[in-house]
């Protein structure tokens, strides 16, 4: 298998947005330009660690939750894993997005160019997956869309789906103390309205049996964890 840094680069980003282009309508296009250098190699590292991780613990099976669009249910179906991707359907529960597509549209468009992927739309509280049915669950940019109150729901829900020994990764999950958000805030230029500190996020994790075995600041600043 190649390494993650050799695959997901500026190539594998053009194909997918591409694909984008396809499902969107022309006004909304603008919010999915993928073809960026920054963009590409910091998925690109983030990827790296994730798949040390998986080939060490002989991981093939993965849970990518809130996968949204489906970026990374791509990538990772691109690199020869099983996945699949979940989120909750857009139009169904009025979400506040930034584009009115069907998300349904993009990922049977996904599903019909990809190997070994599938993408299903989830309720908000519940997974419909039976029990230890995944090795890993990637949650990619997405605590920070989960209520604090539901949070240990969820995160309930992904122990009970997960295999025993298995890996749940946890990327882009900016921090409570983040310089930037509480810039933009300040200066109302847009910033998470759900944070979360290193300590919330773990005590979470185990009390329903987790427990860290990586951890890695992404950024100068506290921002991402």
């Known amino acids: ?20 282009v396809k499902a969107l ?3 909304d296009r603008q919010y999915f330009d993928f073809d960026s250098y920054l963009y590409a190699y910091s998925m690109a590292q983030d ?3 994730m798949e040390k991780y998986l080939i060490g613990y002989g991981l093939k099976r993965i849970l990518d939750i809130g996968s949204g669009i489906g970026l990374t249910t791509w990538y990772l179906d691109r690199l020869g894993y099983e996945v699949v991707g979940c989120d ?3 139009e169904k ?3 506040n997005m930034q584009t009115k597509f069907c998300q349904s549209v993009l990922w049977n468009i996904l599903e019909e160019n990809g190997e070994n992927l ?6 908000p509280d ?12 990637l949650a990619y940019a997405v605590l920070e869309h989960i209520m604090p109150e539901h949070l240990e729901k969820w995160l309930g829900e992904i122990q009970r789906i997960i295999k025993k020994n298995g890996l749940i990764f946890i990327f882009k999950c900016p921090q409570k103390l983040a310089l930037t958000e509480h810039i933009s805030r300040t200066l109302k230029l847009g910033a998470h309205e759900i944070l979360y500190t290193r300590h919330e996020v773990n005590s979470l994790l185990e009390k329903i049996g987790f427990r860290e075995i990586h951890f890695k600041q992404k950024d100068f600043l506290p921002y991402f964890m």
């Open 1 to 20: 298998m190649l390494t993650m840094q050799k695959k997901i680069n500026r190539l594998e980003i053009g194909i997918f947005r591409e694909m984008v």
């Open 25 to 27: 309508p022309e006004n």
């Open 47 to 49: 990827f790296e660690i």
């Open 88 to 90: 909750i359907e857009p």
């Open 93 to 95: 529960y009025k979400l």
């Open 118 to 123: 599938k993408y299903v739309s989830i309720f």
């Open 126 to 137: 519940k997974l419909p997956f039976e029990k230890e049915s995944f090795d890993a669950v």
